[in-house]
T-cell receptor, first 115, second 112 residues
């Protein structure tokens, strides 16, 4: 079956512009996560959706970052007024549910470069 | 949050066993330990998960001592294709996603 997909795979933007990153989780997975990975760094948790519950936004680095998940499936991560320090790979993952032992399945990531 | 610490890098040769240790001194009672593998330009991929003692699957073993303050991923007979970054993840399986803490990762390089 299809895995987690993300689009675009690469995005180059100018400082100050807004960008939208999309994640299509595995069908039937109720939990969805966004992470950020800066060059040579580990994964930084950003936001987490579980079913129809309010998202856990505790990892968002600033109010320029927001995310939504429509219909419990596709998710969009929006970065407003991008800054150069936003340049990173943005990874999305999904899991069947947020319960014991659930493996996260990651997408290939979106590489964002802010000039 | 359960902070994790891993070696930055390790080198090995084909056919050898590789052990990567992750320290998580303040692991909580309801935290599990999961290891992921990441190749360049790809998202991380699940390897193995455990709570305590030893877990083994077809690709790796995970050793967790009784105090659970560390864990060791063991890769038997590595090959060149095992060259990747390995992440230790500690976190509960209920509650907020912010309780998931990835380590900084260990770059494993396997040579002939």
């Amino acid at each position: 079956g299809a895995g987690v997909s993300q689009s675009p795979s690469n995005k180059v933007t100018e400082k100050g512009k807004d960008v939208e990153l999309r994640c299509d989780p595995i069908s039937g997975h109720t939990a969805l996560y966004w992470y950020r990975q800066s060059l040579g760094q580990g994964l930084e948790f950003l936001i987490y959706f579980q079913g129809n519950s309010a998202p856990d936004k505790s990892g968002l680095p600033s109010d320029r970052f927001s995310a939504e998940r429509t219909g419990g499936s596709v998710s969009t991560l929006t970065i407003q007024r991008t800054q150069q320090e936003d340049s990173a790979v943005y990874l999305c993952a999904s899991s069947l549910n947020r319960a014991l032992g659930e493996t996260q399945y990651f997408g290939p990531g979106t590489r964002l470069l802010v000039l | 949050l359960a902070k994790t610490t891993q070696p930055i890098s390790m080198d090995s040769y084909e056919g050898q066993e590789v052990n990567i240790t992750c320290s998580h001194n303040n692991i909580a009672t309801n935290d599990y330990i999961t290891w992921y593998q990441q190749f360049p330009s790809q998202g991380p991929r699940f390897i193995i998960q455990g709570y305590k003692t030893k877990v083994t699957n077809e690709v790796a073993s995970l050793f967790i001592p009784a105090d659970r303050k560390s864990s060791t991923l063991s890769l038997p007979r590595v090959s060149l294709s095992d060259t990747a970054v390995y992440y230790c993840l500690v976190g509960p399986f209920t509650g907020g996603g912010n309780k998931l803490t990835f380590g900084t990762g260990t770059q494993l390089k396997v040579e002939l």
